[in-house]
Nanobody
Framework: QVQLVESGGGLVQVGDSLRLSCAASGRTFSSYVMGWFRQAPGKEREFVAAIRWSGGSRYYADSVKGRFTISGDNAKNTVYLQMNSLKPEDTAVYYC??????????????????????WGQGTQVTVSS
């Protein structure tokens, strides 16, 4: 049974940093793309970042480029989202997700939620001003 378990959320101030973790279990994820999405109240779920385990390709939403960094630890089957310079608009529930849908090509950009097969339960991030 596949499980994705997020942790690391919390309440922080504007400009602070947080690191989210996503522990994956239940299968081999070496060929998967792992992603982070977020959903604020009343808004649709939106893409934040993704990383491909094999090769390490990384993808970011424009809104977080330069502030957030996604990384992975293969030995621990864990994906991280380092979030710096947090803003109030970063407040949301953050979800970890995994997909085995990948193709080579410069137009691959895993930003659609329905591309992902597996989801975690989410972790709340609140940025207070």
């Amino acid at each position: 049974q596949v499980q994705l378990v997020e942790s690391g959320g919390g309440l922080v101030q504007v400009g602070d940093s947080l690191r989210l973790s996503c522990a994956a279990s239940g299968r081999t994820f070496s060929s998967y793309v792992m992603g982070w999405f977020r959903q604020a109240p009343g808004k649709e779920r939106e893409f934040v970042a993704a990383i491909r385990w094999s090769g390490g390709s990384r993808y970011y939403a424009d809104s977080v480029k330069g502030r957030f960094t996604i990384s992975g630890d293969n030995a621990k089957n864990t994906v991280y989202l380092q979030m710096n310079s947090l803003k109030p608009e970063d407040t949301a529930v953050y979800y970890c997700a995994a997909t085995n849908i990948y193709y080579t090509g410069s137009n691959y950009y895993p930003n659609l939620p329905n591309l992902f097969n597996y989801w975690g339960q989410g972790t709340q991030v609140t940025v207070s001003s």
